[in-house]
Nanobody, 122 residues
Framework: VQLQASGGGLVQPEGSLRLSCAAS????????MGWFRRARGKEREFVAG????????NYANSVKGRFTISRDNAKNMMYLQMNSLKSEDTAVYYC????????????????WGQGTLVTVSS
């Protein structure tokens, strides 16, 4: 499994950005997926998770109501729509995939993308 995140960039506070994660997934295996982020000088933290079907989601409290995670299994793509961005959302965002559910624990994910930088600044 290979994951590639894209869509990061510079955005002003209260702006929006959509991240994408392209996945090469082995057929016959249902992967949950998630987004994590790491800000400079901080630990990696969970952002959002999504079941294989896409019907079940999980969000960090800090992004709930502002971010939306989704996936298109036909295209092997996952997305993170980020609205009302704040300076504290500045971080490198990573997509991840695993077979142990859309948990907030990074050690439950088996595959990771390379990360895409999101900078929220005026």
């Amino acid at each position: 499994v290979q994951l590639q995140a894209s869509g990061g960039g510079l955005v002003q506070p209260e702006g929006s950005l959509r991240l994408s994660c392209a996945a090469s997934i082995r057929t016959g295996i249902n992967y949950a997926m998630g987004w994590f982020r790491r800000a400079r000088g901080k630990e990696r933290e969970f952002v959002a998770g999504l079941s294989w079907s896409g019907y079940s989601t999980n969000y960090a409290n800090s992004v709930k109501g502002r971010f939306t995670i989704s996936r298109d299994n036909a295209k092997n793509m996952m997305y993170l729509q980020m609205n009302s961005l704040k300076s504290e959302d500045t971080a490198v965002y990573y997509c991840a995939a695993g077979t142990r559910g859309f948990t907030s624990r990074p050690d439950q994910y088996d595959y990771w993308g390379q990360g895409t930088l999101v900078t929220v600044s005026s």
